[in-house]
């Protein structure tokens, strides 16, 4: 056992979290997401939601302050009048642990899975919420 790490994490994700560089993406993926047929690296979480999983990464995850979006979403597909009720959740969240962040990059679902292909890392959660996926992308320890 080890003090102050979220009990979310299990020792995978850590590893996984560990092993990632500058630059590096890893999803967060709801449960509709083909993410077995799409990770490079799985790590299940499932049962659990995900805003606290993203809580518990960016506890130790910093986001990459290079890029305009260090956080990408994956947009309502055109048609669907859904409003994901989520996404506020998601940007408070991320703004307790990122002052300066400056909103999400949203992606057309099929571009969201190519760069979701080439993520270091998709952790599969029990989210049940819809376009609940996010992208996020490694910054530097400062």
């Known amino acids: ?13 850590l590893k996984i979290l560990m092993e990632m560089g500058h630059g590096d993406e890893i999803v967060i993926a709801d449960g509709n ?3 077995a047929s799409i990770a490079q690296r799985l790590v299940r979480l499932d ?6 999983i993203l809580e518990a990464v960016l ?10 979006h260090p ?4 947009s309502v597909v055109p048609g669907d009048n859904y409003k994901p009720d989520i996404w ?4 408070e ?8 962040f400056k909103g999400f990059e949203f992606m057309e679902r099929y571009a969201f899975y190519e760069r979701a292909k ?7 959660t029990g989210e049940n919420a819809r376009y609940a996926n996010l992208i996020l992308k490694k910054g530097l320890i400062q």
């Open 59 to 68: 506890e130790l995850f910093p986001l990459d302050t290079f890029v305009n």
């Open 1 to 13: 056992m080890l003090k102050r790490v979220p009990k979310i994490l299990s020792p995978d994700l």
């Open 93 to 100: 969240v991320i703004r307790k642990h990122e002052a300066h």
């Open 71 to 74: 956080v990408a979403l994956m």
């Open 47 to 52: 049962g659990h939601p995900s805003s606290p």
């Open 88 to 91: 506020p959740a998601y940007e």
């Open 33 to 35: 997401f083909p993410a």
């Open 118 to 124: 080439k993520a270091y890392a998709v952790i599969a």
